[in-house]
């Protein structure tokens, strides 16, 4: 199993640029998450989806998209990049009970200038 | 909801010394509580999890946890530190919501490990 697989690893915007993070599993797993990490903060949940066409906000959703159209796939969307969005971008998922730990993938760093 | 705090943002301990990092949760009813790891520049790998039954649990690379209720502490101890151990350690909770289930992080410990 690869697990949990983003792409890009690292990406540099220009602000007001838009652009899709990729997130991807193998494990059937239910629930998919995208957090953003920042220094001093730990992580912060942007959106969350329980299933294929459920999607909701998390913590920090303001200026960012998703869907899930796919058990696997759970894409995230910047829809006009800011320079406050420069972080390093997690995507996590897991069975839906909250006995289960989460599965992380290995990160995007993006920087938007 | 569940929260977690972190007491201490930065660690350091010798080589071959106790490692001892500090993670209170906001309620006394025993949640679930995970402990991650983020080597540098990686994403999380997880260390340790309570669920239910013992309160002492171990995890890999010789730690281990203890969910105190009296105190609502989980605190992440190894008795003796390791150069391999220098990284960043955050505690989590997993909280069931109306809309499923979420994690909810600590800030996040770094813990340097001196030679």
């Known amino acids: 199993n690869a697990g949990v697989t983003q792409t890009p690893k690292f990406q540099v915007l220009k602000t007001g640029q838009s652009m899709t993070l990729q997130c991807a599993q193998d494990?059937?797993?239910?629930?998919m998450s995208w957090y953003r990490q920042d220094p001093g903060m730990g992580l912060r949940l942007i959106h969350y989806?329980?299933?294929?066409?459920?999607?909701d906000q998390g913590e920090v959703p303001n200026g960012y998209n998703v869907s899930r159209s796919t058990t696997e796939d759970f894409p995230l969307r910047l829809l006009s990049a800011a320079p406050s969005q420069t972080s390093v971008y997690f995507c996590?998922?897991?069975?839906?009970?909250?006995?289960?730990?989460?599965?992380f993938g290995p990160g995007t760093r993006l920087t938007v200038l | 909801a569940q929260s977690v705090t972190q007491l201490g943002s930065h660690v350091s301990v010798s080589e071959g010394a106790l490692v001892l990092l500090r993670c209170n949760c906001s309620?006394?009813?025993?949640?679930?509580l995970f402990w991650y790891v983020q080597c540098p520049s990686q994403g999380l790998q997880l260390l340790l999890k309570?669920?239910?039954?013992?309160?002492l649990v171990k995890g890999i690379n010789g730690f281990e946890a203890e969910l105190k209720t009296s105190e609502t502490s989980f605190h992440l101890t190894k008795p003796s530190a390791h150069m391999s151990d220098a990284a960043e350690y955050f505690c989590a909770v997993s909280d069931r919501e109306d809309t499923g289930n979420q994690f909810y992080f600590g800030t996040g410990t770094s813990l340097t490990v001196i030679p």
């Open positions: 494990m059937n797993h239910e629930y």
């Open positions: 989806s329980v299933g294929a066409g459920i999607t």
């Open positions: 309620s006394s009813v025993p949640p679930y």
């Open positions: 996590a998922s897991s069975r839906l009970s909250e006995a289960d730990e989460q599965f």
């Open positions: 309570y669920t239910t039954g013992a309160t």
